[in-house]
């Protein structure tokens, strides 16, 4: 594993408690994690489980008992990473957003494409495809129970800028982010409502922004927990994202990033409005799926709350019993049961680089059609 | 009271009632009910209580012993019956939207502008202002509670249209409800929000269509619960509208009006997002405000469910113990109470046709935008 | 209309507004209001809409020109007025309680069954059977819809008693009130458990008791909104009652009657348990019903918040658009309509005296009860 | 870990992730599993990452290598295991209920007590008390915050047996479970209240019973997950229990245990209601808690939502940003954390036997007032 930041912790955690639960095709061994700092990675390496630390990524690349390389540095660090990781001939699991330019996502993908040519396997780290819920409201969308896909609403509210002196840390700065509120937490929006839809976004029209443009440099820490050191710095990524997008299927779309949404916490929701039903979702209560069936008596119609902890829900079989909710990283063992389920049998794990480029190439249609006063622009490539 | 449709029954409601509970300063007599034809109006004066009825009003207009003339036809139909009512000399409360199109509206503007020279008033239906929950939200935010404002969400959500075989009513009909989706239920979401943070919408950016495009012909029946005829027509307005908008403050806000959001009846919902806190209502429950207050201890933050059902809260010192709730028709005899206050009072009832006119201005922008590809456009006169 | 208290205000907006919106087959003309002082019940004449007031029920009663008697008073003088109207040939509409003791509801049954015998009705004023989503809940659970009846929770929590300085009305003194918590709001919810199970409470084991044993006395004012005076006097009445009872099926259920339970202001909630499914009620927000099938597809079952405010859901046709809510007293207006119906057409009106008369049997069975240390207790007269 | 169904997988799940998140003072070695079946066992050993698997619970317990002995095995056999394993000298950690039998308990805290002169701890798995949300709403009444607790509701709702051909699972069996409704899912609910009041039942009266009384017997499988084999068989647990108890400081508190609440499945339900405040928590949601501040301006008050998911709340130091919930094992976690902590610097960890026995002995007491016509039994020893 490359990287050992508050990711890092998530994704291994993902590989730690896969095995223990799954009967995944293959026993992951936690190997070796690679920071920057010896110190810090001994410690990451330690504290998380693994077998050894390193400062050299390119070395850990090239050692032939490692057979799967997940990333989960800062984007800018993706591409070079995992085009050197692919070309090694290792199936690369790779934190999204993909990259943090479409040219570096293009390349990604092209490496992608001639390392599956071998048989190697990659895929982006969308976890929120991977909750229960999400995962069944996919099925229910597929399954046509909610009919003809009418409007979208996508929305990911988080309120930790509203404070103004919260501090400058890499997530704010465009080099190491590449986006803010629209490329951190809108990619998953994006992801999940291609997703769960199963349409593409074909054109937006849309603005992000930047509200509190000045914050205190980053003091000591790192992720989302830094404290403020001194001296002030330009935010250099947008803190709002609103835009509406054009669905292939012609229906439309309207999303919302934001980082000042006092109050709300993590609340990625999204909601499917279809000629037969409809199905909402709320990260905040992830255990939990809303869905409407437009097809009973009118007078028993609701909104119903299932609590998606059945056997037989997506993922479950293998937790607690019914009502026992699952919580945030469960996400990413279900990742690991995933990505390795998909490299055993040899086929193309999903979101694949091809995924991650197309939100990519959608983030930057926003970001264009933002500059250029909210006029649609298309997404393609 | 000229026109006796759905919005008849409710204002009747508003005015027999309000006396009853609210010490007015003056006690209104229903005198007479005006439609086009004689024997369903006089059912209608019999039904509601007025006095009597009658299928001229500019007879009705022309009477001495008529002093206030309450307008709730269709949209094409205000601007000619306010105007003359206006000129005439009696107070006029006109139905919301204020008019058809942005001309109508300023020739009212004008024609209410003259009348308030000589101490005659007006005033807008925009009646969810008066739900004591938006009220008292206006309230905190006016007070500070809330702090500065950062962004702002509103969205006006309904399914009815959701079944592509519901009928072609006037409502959908260009000529006659001048907007769909936008001018109909938008229209609520931009007075409210004007209302709740006491800014105006500077310019805005989106997109309206038609999403169903043909519809049976309307058969026997009227307003909403017309039933289909034989042959099919054209829907001549939109019915979904989705803009972001620029406040006053700068703050952005974004706006959702649409009859496809399956399963959501009557969803009016607005969140304003500040630096201090938030406040969030939906009229669906319309009793409740939620608030959240981001200046207590960090660990014990959360959105608040407030019954907004005690004595001291707007307008409910003269209803029922705390806790049993009002409905829909209250905010008429709310509206009653402030109407005939303020002419009482000799000033200037709120919304007055000034900001009928802007909120006008505002769904002509949308429909530019919308016409223009998204682009941004000022709502200024 | 004996009485001109809180329910003084609520039935006379319902004889006001229910002949305005239901067809009914006599039209209800408001002729007198009495009270003991005959200010202030000519005050509230001239606020209500009544064409006289009194101050002597006697009279009233024995006028020609009077059909029907609502009595409005507190619980201890039903008895007297109720069966002098009863005896004078008038139809009577008595408030719950339908007295305050057992001794006493037995003579107003036997008065009520005398005067049926000569087609003159009586009925008892529980309205929350009159809510569209309480009476939907009766129709589900009639139809079969949750299957055999497994277990009923009932509650009616309200918190104006946690301040230990509110002062004593008459609500409090057992002289007047009859019974407390109990009386006053458990008489609904056991009411309504029988109303919407369509069973009736056989025995009951339970616990009442006086949390705040001594309060002010009253300076000004009556009803919920009193203000303190001076001096200090003894609370008569329990302020909290939990028992349990054996439904004539032989499924329990539980109850909880208080005034303790803070931040609660009017939550009449009964949740109905049964083989096939569930339904969910609560006073609060009295415009939902919450409904479980368990006969649908395991991994899409949940708790449905029905809105009830379709056209066709009980008593709906007559008001707004769909998700438009109905407040509070709208069932004064359905109880309007249901009794009016009843006399016209000639048949014994639910809930009857006789239903009354068993609520009085469950109260003193649970006091009962309380005193003997909770052993159960059969409610049987 | 001596036992090895579904409690087994999740004291393992605690084990092995506590160490990696939290700094624990001492690292847990996960040596030894303990089962009746060698290969079962022994893949349970596989499975869940125990170095060795053993039939032998008394060879295990002679070990000196092995310094905590953790029981997860039905309650019938907690006390032998148990005393043989703290008068061998082991920290011993017991799941819920302590024992099936008050004597059994009190031999079992006598042998802790005999231990703990020695400086061996003792532990009840009582997990629940562990969740962020309860830990802080016992936080949040201990310090006052709802002032003087009036009134408390607690309930545990599943509605597993709500379909009659459930079939016959050791823990419907008295010989293995000893309790019920009562036992399994009460026991939780009487100790979170008196963990988070501060306060112990005193005496209680109430009811169980058996309602659905012969079941198809187990076939394959064990667990909440068995499928139904041939024949049937008498269920010998309460399968509901509705019960009220006095606490130490004189309030009321009222109880529900059950498994036919259908469409409620994992219910455990607390609602604390004081002078100053109240608290309610849900653990289908639990990373929530509600909270309502009486003390705040009459007009503000409400029920808030706090997410429960900020680094400073309890345990959330070593978790993930905010808004990103934990699930139903991380309470496991949680306990190891406290359990190690506690055996490091040698005091008294919580609950303690003696808390467990209170527990036993609170259940007997809620039994023999059943058998006793609900009649009010003292829970003392």
């Known amino acids: ?46 504290k998380w489980g693994w077998e050894e630390s390193s400062t050299d990524w390119r070395e850990v690349i090239a050692r032939d008992d490692i057979d799967v390389i997940d990333i ?25 957003p993909l990259a943090n330019t479409v040219a570096e996502a293009e390349a990604m993908h092209e490496a992608a494409e001639r390392a599956a040519a071998r048989g190697i396997r990659s895929m982006v780290g969308f976890t929120y495809r991977r909750v229960p819920a999400t995962t069944f409201a996919r099925d229910l969308v597929a399954s046509g129970r909610i009919g003809e896909i009418r409007q979208v609403r996508a929305e ?20 190491h982010a590449g986006s803010g509120a629209l490329g951190d937490i809108g990619a998953h929006a994006i992801d999940l409502v291609e997703y769960i839809t199963g349409q593409s976004l074909e054109s937006v029209s849309g ?13 000591e820490g790192a992720g989302l927990s830094g404290t403020a050191g ?3 710095g330009e935010v250099t990524v947008d803190d709002i994202a609103l835009f509406n997008a054009r669905l292939s299927s012609g229906a439309l779309a309207s999303f919302e990033a934001t ?14 409005s279809g000629s037969l039903g409809a199905i909402a979702f709320d990260l905040e209560r992830l255990n ?38 699952l ?39 926003v970001e264009r059609s933002s500059d250029a006063g909210s006029v649609w622009t298309p997404t393609a490539g």
Request: hydrophobic letters at 40%; aromatic letters at 10%; proline letters at 5%.
């Open 327 to 365: 919580g945030y990283e469960h996400g990413f063992s279900h990742q690991v049961h995933d990505f390795v389920g998909a490299i055993s049998v040899g086929v193309q794990p999903r979101p694949s680089f091809a995924d991650g480029l197309h939100v990519q190439r959608v983030l930057d249609a």
């Open 288 to 325: 939990e799926l809303e869905y409407y069936d437009a097809t009973q008596d009118g007078l028993e119609q609701g909104f119903r709350r299932i609590l998606v902890t059945e056997h037989d829900h997506p993922y479950l079989n293998v937790w607690w019993p019914t009502g026992h909710g």
């Open 230 to 232: 001194e001296g002030r």
């Open 207 to 219: 603005i992000i922004e930047t509200l509190v443009k000045e914050r205190p440099v980053l003091g």
């Open 1 to 46: 594993m490359i990287g050992h930041g508050f990711m890092g912790a998530a994704h291994s955690q993902g590989w730690r408690v896969a095995p223990r639960f799954f009967d995944l095709p293959a026993e992951p061994v936690m190997q070796v994690i690679v920071g920057r700092s010896a110190e810090s990675t001994a410690a990451s390496a330690q």
């Open 259 to 272: 980082r000042f949404r006092t109050g709300r916490k993590n609340a990625l929701r999204i909601e499917v």
């Open 156 to 175: 990911y509210l988080q309120d930790w800028l509203a404070d103004a002196e919260a501090p400058l840390t890499w997530r704010l700065k465009k080099e």
């Open 72 to 96: 989960v540095t800062p984007g800018d660090t993706h591409a070079e990473i995992a085009i050197a990781a692919l070309d090694a001939g290792k199936h690369v699991l790779c934190e999204k």
